[in-house]
T-cell receptor
Framework: GDSVTQMEGPVTLSEEAFLTINCTYT??????LFWYVQYPGEGLQLLLK?????DKGSNKGFEATYRKETTSFHLEKGSVQVSDSAVYFC??????????FGTGTSLTVIP | GAGVSQSPRYKVAKRGQDVALRCDPI?????LFWYQQALGQGPEFLTY????????KSGLPSDRFFAERPEGSVSTLKIQRTQQEDSAVYLC???????????FGSGTRLTVV
């Protein structure tokens, strides 16, 4: 069945460091792919998405490129800030309008 | 409303107690979803409504879990005879068709003691 596999955390980085969080997926067809972020005590917020192969989603300095050949959608940011500390989830929708989520990667950015 | 509202934010229940969790979706969103998020895990789908019709309840873990949306707006997730393994954050989301405007609430954290 459809699923996403996400890099396990936790990840701790210094401010201004480069971030990569890996995500690979298994799916029939070519679904849209999503990254969600969950700040402490809050619900999930859409961070970015890509709807087809080779699309790049971007928001708040984060980017992810939909790679069909490697079935990946890795999240990157060139220079993280303390305010980026959160849990990040890769997500894959199914035909029923529900999401399959990865297990989440906790990011802590230290000044 | 401006966002998806869930209440209560926190609920502590004694084992065996019944609980009811409320979700108030964004006005006009026909689709409503419930997810369960265990500690350190990603959310897992429980059930889906389109208007008042429950179209998918395949994720409900047992017959102790029941959800309703009688007028196609507010939804209630009820858990009967709570068990410790029910402790989790319960997230509600609403959307227009096709994932457009898919928005999560802040969740209800249920702790069963």
């Amino acid at each position: 069945g459809d699923s996403v596999t996400q890099m396990e955390g936790p990840v701790t980085l210094s401010e201004e460091a480069f971030l990569t969080i890996n995500c690979t997926y298994t799916a029939t067809g070519y679904p849209s792919l999503f990254w969600y972020v969950q700040y402490p005590g809050e619900g999930l917020q859409l961070l970015l998405k890509a709807t087809k192969a080779d699309d790049k989603g971007s928001n708040k300095g984060f980017e992810a490129t939909y790679r069909k050949e490697t079935t990946s959608f890795h999240l990157e940011k060139g220079s993280v800030q303390v305010s980026d500390s959160a849990v990040y989830f890769c997500a894959l929708p199914n035909t029923g309008n529900q999401f399959y989520f990865g297990t989440g990667t906790s990011l802590t950015v230290i000044p | 409303g401006a966002g998806v509202s869930q209440s209560p934010r926190y609920k502590v229940a004694k084992r065996g107690q019944d609980v009811a969790l409320r979700c108030d979706p964004i006005s006009g969103h026909v689709s409503l979803f419930w997810y369960q998020q265990a500690l350190g895990q990603g959310p897992e789908f429980l059930t889906y409504f389109q208007n008042e019709a429950q179209l998918d309840k395949s994720g409900l873990p047992s017959d102790r879990f029941f959800a309703e949306r009688p007028e196609g707006s507010v939804s209630t997730l009820k858990i009967q005879r709570t068990q410790q393994e029910d402790s989790a954050v319960y997230l509600c989301a609403s959307s227009l068709p096709g994932f457009y405007g898919y928005t999560f609430g802040s969740g209800t954290r249920l702790t069963v003691v």
